[in-house]
DNA sequence: GCCTATTTAATTGTGTACAATTAAATTTGG
DNA sequence: CCAAATTTAATTGTACACAATTAAATAGGC
C-alpha cells in the first residue's frame, strides 16, 4: 500500500513520481492531435485525389509558384526526400511540373498546371468544413494556431 | 492593382481571400509544430536506441504493462499495422517481449524486460531536458497540452 | 583561370502510418 | 450446440519522413 505524498492541487502539473505519465506529454498531445486533424482531412481530400502531406504543397503552391523544392522545403519543413516522391506523384497526377531552372541547373522549379491551378477552386470548401467538425469557436483556433506557430518558431531559431 | 478591402483589425482572423494560406491552417501549425517537436527528441532518444514513436510505445508501458496490441493501439491512436512492426523491434532490442495471450489466442501480450523497465530511469531525465528547449513556462505548457488533448477528445468522439 | 568548398536534388535504407485484406479465435443468435 | 458475426493481430501495398550519401553545378579564394 502506497501514500499519496501530495494531493496535487494543481493538476495542471504534474507530479514528480509520473512526469513519463503519456497524458502529461505536451509531445504525444501534439502528436495525437496532429494525427486526428491529418485523418479527419483524408475523406475531404479524397475528391481531389490527394494525401494530406500534397495537400500542404499545393496550399503552398497555391500561395506562390513557381517555387524551388528548396523553397517548397522550407516552407513545409521538409528535406527533398520526403519532396522528390511526393512531387513526382503530384506531377504523375497532372497537378505540377518539374523542371530544371536554366539559370541554375542544381535548382527544380515545381510549377502548377491549368489542372493544378484550378484545384484550388474545390479547395476552397475544405477549411470551413473542418472547422466545423473542429466545433471550436474561431477566435480559439487562431490563438491555438498562434501558440503553435510561436512554439514553431523558436524551437526553429534554436537549432543546437 | 488590387484595392485592400478590409485592412483586417483581428489578425488572427484571417481575410476571405487568404483562406487557403499556409499561415492561416491549424493543421499545418499543428503537423509542423508536431515535427519539429518530435525532431527535438530525437538527440535524447538516441543514446536509449528509441525511435520516437517507440518512446511513446515504451511511455505506455511502463504506465501499465503487460498490455494487449489493442490495448496500446487505442492508448497511442496506433493500428496493428504501425504497431505490429514496431513492437518486434522493441522485442528485437530486448526491451519487450510478445506473447499469445492463453486465455484468448487472439491477443497477444505485450510486457517489458528487465532491461525494458530499467530503461525507465534512464528516460525520467528527458521530459526536463525538452522543457528545458523549449523554453517556455510550465504554466503555458500544461495549457497547451490540456487544449490540444480537449481537441482530440472532441475529435475522437466525433468519428462520423 | 583553377581548385576547393558549398549548394541543390536525388537516392538509399530504415522506420513509421494507414487502408484493406487475411486468418484464426471467440462470441452470439437461433 | 452450431453457424454466422465479431474480434484481434498480422500482412500487403502505398505513402510519408529523415539521416546519410551521392552527384552535379555553382561560387569563392588565391
Redesign the interface.
Known amino acids: 500500500m502506497t501514500i499519496k505524498t501530495a494531493p496535487s492541487k494543481t493538476p495542471?502539473?504534474p507530479a514528480a513520481g509520473?512526469?513519463?505519465?503519456?497524458?502529461?506529454?505536451?509531445?504525444?498531445?501534439?502528436?495525437?492531435?496532429?494525427?486526428?486533424?491529418?485523418r479527419?482531412?483524408r475523406p475531404l481530400l479524397e475528391p481531389l485525389g490527394l494525401t494530406?502531406p500534397q495537400y500542404?504543397a499545393m496550399?503552398?503552391l497555391?500561395?506562390q509558384a513557381p517555387r524551388t523544392v528548396k523553397a517548397l522545403g522550407q516552407?513545409?519543413?521538409l528535406d527533398s526526400g520526403t519532396l522528390t516522391p511526393l512531387l513526382k506523384r503530384l506531377e504523375a497526377a497532372g497537378y505540377v511540373t518539374r523542371t530544371r531552372d536554366a539559370d541554375d541547373e542544381r535548382r527544380v522549379q515545381v510549377a502548377l498546371t491549368p489542372a493544378g491551378a484550378a484545384l484550388?477552386a474545390k479547395?476552397?470548401e475544405i477549411?470551413?468544413a473542418?472547422a466545423c467538425?473542429?466545433?471550436?469557436p474561431?477566435?480559439d483556433?487562431?490563438?491555438?494556431?498562434?501558440?503553435?506557430?510561436a512554439?514553431?518558431r523558436?524551437?526553429?531559431s534554436?537549432q543546437t
Do not use: H
Open positions: 495542471a502539473a509520473d512526469l513519463l505519465a503519456l497524458d502529461n506529454q505536451l509531445c504525444f498531445a501534439l502528436y495525437a492531435a496532429s494525427g486526428l486533424v491529418t479527419a482531412y494530406y500542404l496550399l503552398a497555391w500561395e516552407a513545409l519543413d484550388k479547395a476552397a477549411p470551413a473542418l467538425r473542429l466545433d471550436i474561431a477566435q483556433i487562431a490563438a491555438l494556431r498562434a501558440t503553435l506557430q512554439l514553431a523558436r524551437m526553429r534554436e
